[in-house]
């Protein structure tokens, strides 16, 4: 298939989830996602004999259409899967590449400044999609039904409409400026000129076109014919500079999820270019030297809160795409490496973060979807997809009906320089031709001795602090139920501060976090979208659960 260029597989799988005699198939299947009608899609796959890796295709396609501000078409997203028959983890990295036009300064006016509205609205913001790309490679090499039929239910929604809801309402607030600005986007996605009150039907005849070309010449239409004329024209009229070669040219990449043991439970996650699996384990791999049952809430809190700020600074020293630069990966991701970095952790008293390692010492030692499912043979998907902020950049090319994303924010379009969720970088995560922008998406697998849990977000930053947080609730005995519960607090390094979702904390809880040197703030409001599945490996018993911050639904079949 000309879109995949496949590495040398052997190399990308890492053996998986021990299996043993005592280990029953599930009882079900489950689908978790944040959308009715996509978790609803997936369900109806696996009904009719698909696959978890079907259902995955289906319902990542119906997220495309029914949460136009999320994931989409003309964005990219991390596939993380479990293939039960051999027992191996595979990843899929169908992240978006920039053009081959692209720069390090490109964001920078003539005296160095960094135009940031340029990284985030218009054609410039966006990078080539990878999500067809994504959705082709897993039905060809994983799925069981014919790629139209799991594309099906997408394409009806697409043309017969779907009704928003109170957060479609919120993401086309959040960007009626921008979308007024493209009077194609404008049109479609809102309510003469204003964000549409829930109720309000948006059809999508040109995106259903686009996916059914999509499904009937397994992406070939999208990166060499007919629609990428018209993406390039788009993009090209909206100030952008991508060529047809950059989308005849775009492979998605098999790569090995990143892996550790936490306390004798195994966790498998989003390698590079997602920072998401490193700093996650980094994390955990400093949280193992303590043991957290025995500490108090807030002493607790202090510890996830110094591993986090340890975490998030190799982030912004060490990662980036690893196709264009050397990542330490043994390194960050050993015990001892977690050993070193703990030394200066102290257990009453807040470290400083600029008084951390300088970044490049070389010492040693907003919107996105996520959903998980699982099917009946112990086949696992977990997968964050993402076009970056509510409604991408904004542009809707002529004739596709595709939102192109903004990912190119992700990169560090200038040093030290923070992007839209204050993120900074030092060199390792610069722009250049063709190189993948450094991602936060975290879709992640968790087992421990009887029980196996799929988890992720979308969330920005927060989304590898969201997930730790649900990981160390799930390590502690949680439930699904718990693990999108449970409050949210997250610290990134720079600003060095703890930010905490609405309500999380107790004004007593904050003073005593203050006691200990800690800056806090509180969020406006409650953040993250999180979708879990567990498995309890004995009984076969699944259950799953979706965010209540969201809209979104869990369902399992017996
Ligand atoms: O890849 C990333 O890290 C970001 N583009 C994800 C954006 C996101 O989660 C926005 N959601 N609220």
Known sequence: MFILRVLCCSLLLTA?????????????????????????????????GGNAFDAAIAVAATLAVVEPYSSGIGGGGFFLLHVAEDDSNVFIDARETAPKAASADMYLDDEGEFLRSKSLTGGLAAGIPGMP??????????????????????IRLAKEGFLTGKRYNAMASYRTEDLNNFPGSAELFLDNGFAPKPGFRVFQQELAR??????????????????????????????????????????????????????????????????????LIEALN???????S???????????????????????????????????????????????VAENISTTKASVSLELAPLESKVEGRDTTHFSIIDAEGNLVAATLSINTPFGSGVVPKGTGVVLNNEMDDFSARRMTPNTYGLVGAG???????????????PTFIESNDRVAILGTPGGSRIISMVLVSALEFLRGGDAESMVVAKRYHHQYLPDQINY??????????????????????????????????????????????????????????
């Open 428 to 442: 390792a995560n610069s722009i250049a031709p063709r190189k993948r922008p450094l991602s936060s998406m975290t």
């Open 16 to 48: 998986a989830m021990a299996v043993d005699s005592e280990t029953s198939h599930p009882d079900g299947f489950a689908v978790s996602s944040a959308h009715p009608q996509a978790t609803r899609a997936g369900i109806k796959i696996l009904k009719a």
């Open 286 to 292: 400093i949280l193992e030297r303590y043991d957290l």
């Open 294 to 340: 025995v500490e108090t809430d807030i002493d607790r809190v202090h510890l996830v809160v110094e591993a986090m700020r340890r975490g998030y600074r190799d982030r912004a020293d060490f990662l980036g795409d690893p196709d264009f630069i050397n990542i330490p990966l043994e390194r960050l991701l050993s015990k001892s490496y977690a050993d070193g």
């Open 133 to 154: 790309a994504g959705l082709v490679y897993l039905s060809e090499n994983f799925g069981r039904l014919e790629f139209t039929t799991n594309m099906a239910e997408a």
């Open 501 to 558: 979702e609405k309500g999380g904390f107790t004004m007593s809880e904050v003073s005593n976090l203050r006691g200990k040197g800690h800056q806090l703030k509180e969020s406006s409001r409650n953040y993250g979208n999180m979708q879990v599945v567990t498995w309890e490996k004995k009984s076969g018993k699944i259950a799953a659960a979706s965010d209540p911050r969201g809209e979104g639904q869990a369902t399992v079949e017996k």
């Open 210 to 279: 686009t996916l059914e070309l999509i499904a009937q010449t397994n992406g070939h239409a999208f990166y060499k014919g007919e629609i990428a004329k018209r993406l390039v024209s788009g993009v090209l009229a909206t100030g952008g500079i991508w060529s047809l070669d950059d989308l005849a040219d775009y492979t998605v990449k098999l790569r090995s999820p990143v892996t550790t043991t936490y306390r004798g439970s195994k966790i498998v996650s989003a390698p590079p270019p997602s920072s998401g699996g490193i700093v």
